[in-house]
Every structure is written in structure tokens, then in C-alpha cells.
């Protein structure tokens, strides 16, 4: 029944005129129809700079011109005033040419240098420490000297390979 009465109301509601709208202007036409007032307005900027431009143009042009014997412009003169800068510059850039050249000896030296193979153990001591119960048997208190030497052992066996990699890829290289 519930359907029934809602599809009822639904076609009441389509067989119903719509009311009239009436068509709003939110325009606000309340101050009168009177015009805007006058203002005048400048020159602006831009002509007056272009204005200024003309003369400093002339004598920008006048000042660069050489002289009537042939002597420099004014300009150039002037201009000259800043050499010695040149020479700071040649002074500067061949100091740092050295700088770079001698860092570059300095790092070739440190790279062919042969490497120490002596690994300090700050605390070998270390390599012992650890909880006095449920050890199992053999695994407390081994000698120190021979635990060094194994890892300095195997610290060796790691540089050769690095070492006979590091052949193998410069002689790549070369081919």
C-alpha cells in the first residue's frame, strides 16, 4: 500500500502547473543613471624615460667617438683603468693551477703507497667477553694471538682480492 500511495503522489505532483518564476536582475541600477566622473590621467613613465633616453643616448654615443688626431675615446680610457684586474686574474687562476696539480701529485702518491696490513685490535679483550654460565664447551676463553691472526688473515686474503680485481680491471681497461 505504501508503494501505491507514494507513486500516487508523485504523479500529482508531475500533473501539477509549476508556479511562474519571475525572472530576478540582481543589478544594482539604485544610484542613478548618471556618467562616471572625469579623471586625467599623466603622461606615465614610459615616456618620460624614453624622454630622458634621447640626450643620454648622444652623449653616450659622443663619448665613445675617438678623438679628431686619432687619440682613444674617453670611453676607452677609462675602460683601460680596470687592466690591473686582468693581471689579479692571471695571478689568482695560475696560483690555483698549481693548487690543483699539486693535490693531484699529493692523491697519486697516497694511492700508490703500499698499505699497512697491521689491524689494530683496540679491545682484543672484547672478543672474550660474554656471560660466565651456559657455555658451551670450547667456546670460552680461546688464545688471543691465534684470534688475531686469523682475522688478520683473513684481512689479507680480502686486499689481495680487492688488489687482483682491481688488476684485472686496469688491464680490461688498457685492452
Not at 542613478?32 to 624615460?49: D, I, K, N, S
Not at 690591473?84 to 693548487?99: C, K, V
Request: proline share 5%.
Amino acid at each position: 500500500m505504501q508503494a501505491l500511495r507514494q507513486r500516487a503522489a508523485c504523479a500529482v505532483r508531475h500533473t501539477r502547473a509549476p508556479a511562474p518564476r519571475l525572472a530576478r536582475s540582481y543589478a544594482s541600477e539604485g544610484h542613478g543613471h548618471h556618467a562616471a566622473p572625469q579623471v586625467e590621467e599623466g603622461l606615465g613613465t614610459a615616456f618620460y624615460v624614453f624622454i630622458g633616453l634621447i640626450p643620454a643616448s648622444i652623449v653616450g654615443y659622443s663619448i665613445s667617438r675617438p678623438g679628431a688626431d686619432g687619440s682613444p675615446s674617453s670611453l676607452s680610457k677609462w675602460l683601460s683603468g680596470f687592466d690591473y684586474f686582468r693581471a689579479e686574474d692571471e695571478a689568482r687562476n695560475s696560483l690555483r693551477t698549481q693548487l690543483y696539480e699539486q693535490a693531484a701529485h699529493d692523491k697519486h702518491l697516497f694511492l700508490a703507497q703500499e698499505k699497512n696490513l697491521h689491524i689494530d685490535l683496540k679491545m682484543p679483550e672484547l672478543l672474550n667477553a660474554g656471560s660466565p654460565w651456559n657455555v658451551p664447551a670450547g667456546h670460552r676463553g680461546r688464545n688471543m694471538e691465534e684470534l688475531t691472526e686469523h682475522y688478520r688473515q683473513q684481512h689479507v686474503a680480502e686486499e689481495d682480492r680487492k688488489s687482483k680485481k682491481l688488476a684485472a680491471r686496469a688491464e680490461k681497461e688498457s685492452s
